[in-house]
Structure formats: structure tokens, C-alpha cells
């Protein structure tokens, strides 16, 4: 059974840093592209930052670039975005996903909290 799950979310102030990690098991990603979205409270999910298996291309949506990385080491099907300069609209459950390319994931992580205080 494939799974993904995240870690690192918690609750900072504004301008601080937090780096989610999200480690998949289950079966290989080889060739699989790995993605972030979030989801704030009474809004629809975005996506946030994608990155491809060798790691080649990244994407990432207006609203990070510049302040998130998104970064993945492959011999541990972990896929981590740094996060800097948290503002409080950076608020919402941030879930993991992997799938066959930037636009389609078919796996999804259950999620984690980052609450950014002003």
C-alpha cells in the first residue's frame, strides 16, 4: 500500500522558516514527479511547488517563488520544501503528492499544519 506522509508543520511567526519533509513507502517513484499543494480553511487546494524524479525541473506558484525550495533525495523517497519568510497567508494543511507528472498526482498524503502568526 502506497504512503505518503508529512512532517514538519507547526506553528511560527511571520518571517520565520519551517521545512516539511515527506516520506513515501509502498512502492518505487521511480520516474514519479513529487508535489506540494495546500488547502487553507474555507478556501479550495493550490498547488504550491512540484519537482520531477531527477530533480531537473522545479515549479513553483507565484505566491512561494522566490521564498519555498522544493528539494527530494530519491535514495530516500523523501521529497522536503523549505520554507522562508513565512507570511500569515503561507496558513493551511500542506499535502504531499507523487504522480507521473507536474499536472496529474495520484497519490496523496494525509497532510500537515503550518499556521503562520502575525
Known amino acids: 500500500q502506497v504512503q505518503l506522509v508529512e512532517s514538519g508543520g507547526g506553528l511560527v511567526q511571520a518571517g520565520g522558516s519551517l521545512r516539511l519533509s515527506c516520506a513515501a513507502s509502498g512502492r518505487t517513484f521511480t520516474g514519479y514527479t513529487m508535489g506540494w499543494f495546500r488547502q487553507a480553511p474555507g478556501k479550495e487546494r493550490e498547488f504550491v511547488a512540484a519537482?520531477?524524479?531527477?530533480?531537473?525541473?522545479?515549479y513553483y506558484a507565484g505566491s512561494v517563488k522566490g521564498r519555498f525550495t522544493i528539494s527530494r533525495d530519491n535514495a530516500k523517497n523523501t521529497v522536503y520544501l523549505q520554507m522562508n519568510s513565512l507570511k500569515p497567508e503561507d496558513t493551511a494543511v500542506y499535502y504531499c503528492a507523487s504522480g507521473p507528472s507536474s499536472s496529474t498526482y495520484d497519490y496523496w498524503g494525509q497532510g500537515t499544519q503550518v499556521t503562520v502568526s502575525s
Open positions: 519537482i520531477t524524479w531527477s530533480g531537473g525541473h522545479t
